[in-house]
């Protein structure tokens, strides 16, 4: 990432939460032809800001040489004041959402899940070895907190191509997992954390990437039965493409300008395009 003020806005973890309100924003218009809450999209932008920096700043090493791990250790108190800030700021939000009280506490209980393995402590080290699940945790709570989330707070009754939509982006968003648990995968092993990746091969792993991008498809096409503008659906599925045609150079190079912004970027440039188009 060029330049210092890039590198901040990537490395501090301010540029995953924009995602993920990006996401957000995408699902109440594409779904509920209105835009979320104020409060439900502060709450997601400190969530992430809180989580992502918690666990980052339990992220001391690399086996890979990583830019963003020097970075870390010259700057290893940025992460601390924003997960405090991040923190605060979600419990302020958190009581302007205390009518989906539960539902956010399954979001959180699930994040915590992908990080625990990283607190220095005996009880959660021992979570390293049944971390298997991991990658689908990840995916599961960026579903769920920019699919699910943004509809149980409208109030909208549930519908099938809202589940479809979910489908869609648990899949995608596995897809980018499995890239992410490739590039992890030395490290996972150097500590001890096993994941799916760290049990299959090239094949195996290749195999598990085509299927959760077919899945991606195939649901993202099906929601064209339920009156969904093409173009809608067109914008949804360009990500998958980019994503499949990335899948071999970036199973290879692990730079952080490819895995922190470009990847990390896919996943929310569908619902930047959206939004773009719809202005």
Known sequence: MPG???????YSNLFIAVCVVLMVNQTSQLLLNSSPGIHLTA?????????YSFHWYLTASSVLPSPRITWLKKNHAVHLVLFFVGLAGSAVFFFYLLPIWPWLLVSAFVTFLYSAPKIPHQYFRALRKVAIGKTIFLAFVWMYVTTVLPIVESGAAWSSDFILFMISRFFFIYAICILFDLRDREDDKAAGIRSLITYLNETAISNLFVISLVLFSASSLWMLNYNHRILDII????????????FRYASRHFSDLLYYFVLDGLMALSALLMLIARI
């Open 4 to 10: 210092h003020t890039g590198r901040f806005f990537v």
């Open 43 to 51: 709450f997601v932008f400190f969530a992430t800001l809180c989580s």
């Open 235 to 246: 914008l949804l599925l360009i990500p998958g493409f980019i994503t499949a045609a990335l």
